[in-house]
């Protein structure tokens, strides 16, 4: 296994049972869908993951089934999310201990710092790991926007090995890209953004963590390749294809991770991969019309029938 | 002891060693100093606390010593930070078998949300907990501001015991106080803001939970007795004595986090209270010209020589 | 007519005709019932007075109709509300012409910006002013907190004569009172917050910019007079009083400027001050059950039967 | 000329002499290097050009200089920016008068407001034009983000005739760009941003408004004539060397519109176009090393020797 990591790389959708309990059967069946799509690592407790809602015990449930069940054909990159480096360190040692090929953390969160304490939050953490660190760098939910330059500068001095941009920001992207290749590629940069996924090849992206990708992991992986084709044209209509079929979080009165993950749960359990469309509380499971919207979804993009 | 919990519940901040072992003997010697201050309360593992920088086991660390050195003297609330419901839960359950009187908990943060979510969390936080469950107001840190009728609501249910109040939105505070008044005084209502307490007891909070209160318990004492007794001016003068001793936190290129709790770790180490002024991993502690800024202001404010 | 502005300046809210017309006559009644009512000054074209929905000729149609209504009686400050500095230097002039004893001015805003050109902003103004500069600290509109030592050293330099706070900020009024007091008062500050005044007046307020005192000028007028007193308990008394009055902005389905704004309009025009509730387009009037909750809490204050 | 507007339209920086006067030979000059570089249309008025620094009588010699040196060669787009409808309406007229082709209206600005006075302030800016209303999409400026269905509501009752993005939100982009394709393409969609603009044509916009087109339109025309050809790869490798010089930017010590437009102003006084560099007060011109960072990135690029 190559220990760079690029290509299509979904974050896994956790399954849960009705009364909460991790799903371990559906896990196996969205694995087996996942590489059988092609796709070429898994990220898991990723935020898509449920990561969050997730208690150290049913963190490690997950990680050792992923591990179980990828049998060493993808690298498995694994969150370590938590809001403070020793806390973060914790996690590291146990994503490690149970097989992780890479971890992927945040810039701490919930107390108030300045950039100094993030770079030396990402140092430490590089210290404490056995295994490639790489930035997720995702302000929407940890409210800081990490810096291209304190990103690429981590990047050469081999304390990063990778981002996972789920920043929203197109235009630091590029500059960062840009960047990075005019450093000699130090940093692998994977792109969160499902539906603009060309733009982000356009920019120089070396892959992508699609939440979608759940769903049709095939569809990526056949713009993955396209790109790597230069074939220009299937990259934009694969990813009109694969916005249009995004439509399904357009749900009604439910907002948030309750829609965006909420719908990919029901889209895998139409789907028959998932056994529920459970959701972790405080959470509540798409129901009514939200799950026929995604069903209409689903056969107007011929993935139901 | 009372069930209802008012009065001064000062955040009482960590001390660490050298070596970010817990300093267990200057924690002692806080506790002492702030009950023979005269406070009403311990908020143990609030955010001042560094409760989000502690592994699990430091903050058992944490609660198992102030339940040790407060000797039953003084209601104890434990901070149970975390970012979704069962991994607060979890602490939940720690922290009452510990010994906490109360619990204090955050809205759910990292994953976006509705309100739906941030109500049933609480509902669920009340289900699981022995003890009463007390709303940590503070969108600086979780990015949500807890709507006013939100906390009345699960006041009146039953569902909350009270609400620390850090939102910095005095307006929104006071409609909640009237508000509060106007259903029978369902919720206690303690405010986090050190500088304006007078201002919180004008709109009739129920104590103060000051991070200041850590260098000068007394002070907050002498004010809230004089908000008992109606000596109002007594209130607003120790107020202003106590916000020109709140400039310690002006030091130079620090900010957030780094800079609040830090000075008043420097104050408590210079004070003789701690044996250093270290702060929690990634955060550096205050030096240099910092500390002899602290320095200064204890001194102008006469609590040192 | 002394120079200092302090004590109780209402945002003069603006009468409209049902076709948008400036209704002179219920604006000659408005300023009447403030006067009655024993203000100290009138703040015209602030946000309360509509002043970014009007022209310029609107703008100076009220502030000509200010002035004859005032007939020298109260000292007049004039908001120069617009993005930058050019823009606001012609406001300033004609304002001046018309007969503002003060000018308020915003941050500059729409154009991203650095403290460096606040700063610069501010002493062109100045430059500009044959009259007294107020800085209007309103993040909530402008997007930038007016910083105090920013502020302060203005004061000190003459280039402001006063701050209207509007920046939901207590803890920095607090600071910023204290630190002007320790300088010798340069700057008069006036809170903008109706329903903590008393807190603002804890923290040293030279007076007070309440929408609400449209409504209900009197009350305010007693509060400061308490103020000035030391008569704490109606200080806090009148306070309260006035919050549970504020709970007619409490409308259904309106929001922002439109509640705020058209619930005094409302009020105003139930007292039988205004014409109607006309709003400034885009905004519409309040009607319906919306107007019915207005009257309620009229009643329930005794202003109306 | 065609009515629909699309292609390269560059926002038109706006030269100064070094007394502030508007330089209207240096002005000439850039529109011929624009017009020459084979734009499709000019934007005047924008954000780029100052506006909101711009007096009403500086807008008016803006536009007439406008109108009289592109000779009807280019439809030309003026941005109407102000707070509120009717200042906006005002705008309007004096731009139709003068000469606009079309109009460029953000969401109403400073007074707080929900979507429905969003949407009433365009209805009544198409109801007062004579030319088509553009809406520009500019949150962080007007901090306001228009929806996309919104938008294309408007759009498809003729409302709005097109967008100009400056969001910054290209997932949203996206999803505006496809429903207005399954839509009939009632919207001509603009991105402003310039560096990522190969992403936004993948997406499907019909053109871009580039502030650093002022700079190289020949550039932008290249790079926009590759995709109409689907030249993908012509399209990437213009952008890459475009956002290459977007390098100019980073300056030091400055920040927001003074480093953005200023470098930009710089560039022009370097490549011989502008006079000085001078910028609106209350912004100071680049100076010192700044320059000749702005110099060396142009060397870099090969547009100076």
Chains 1, 2, 3, 4 share one sequence.
Not at 193 to 205: I, K, T
């Amino acid at each position: 296994m190559s220990k760079t990591i690029r290509g299509i790389v979904p974050p896994v959708v956790t399954p849960l049972h009705e009364d909460y309990r991790f799903d371990k059967g559906s896990y196996e069946k969205l694995i087996e869908h996942l590489i059988g799509g092609g796709v070429d690592g898994l990220f898991v407790l990723g935020s898509s993951s449920e990561v969050v809602f997730s208690t150290d015990a049913r963190r490690d449930e997950i990680v050792k089934a992923a591990v179980e069940f990828n049998r060493g054909r993808v690298p498995i990159l694994v969150g370590v999310i938590d809001t403070e480096t020793n806390r973060v360190i914790e996690h590291i040692k146990r994503a490690v201990d149970l097989g992780a090929d890479a971890v992927v953390a945040t810039a701490p969160f919930y107390a108030l710092q300045t950039m100094t304490e993030v770079e030396e939050h990402f140092r430490l953490l590089a210290e404490a790991s056995p295994v490639p660190v790489w930035a997720y760098d995702i302000p929407v939910c940890v409210h800081t926007k990490l810096p291209g330059d304190l990103m690429l500068r981590l990047g050469k001095e081999g304390v990063l090995a990778g981002v996972k941009d789920s920043s929203g920001d197109d235009v630091a992207f590029r500059q960062l890209a840009l960047d990075n290749q005019d450093a000699g590629h130090p940093l692998s940069l994977l792109t969160g953004h499902e539906v603009v996924v060309d733009g982000a090849y356009m920019s120089g992206a070396d892959g992508c963590v699609p939440g979608l990708g759940n769903v049709d992991p095939a569809g990526y992986v056949k713009q993955w390749q396209a790109y790597q084709a230069g074939d220009w044209e299937t990259v934009r209509s694969e990813q009109d294809r694969l916005a249009r079929l995004m439509r399904i979080v357009n749900v009604k009165g439910v907002g948030g991770f309750g829609a965006g993950i909420g719908s990919f749960k029901t889209a895998l359990w139409l789907l028959g991969i998932f056994e529920t469309n459970q959701m972790p509380q405080p959470v509540k499971a798409l129901s009514g019309e939200n799950i026929e919207h995604v069903r209409a979804v689903l056969r107007e993009a011929d993935l139901l029938n």
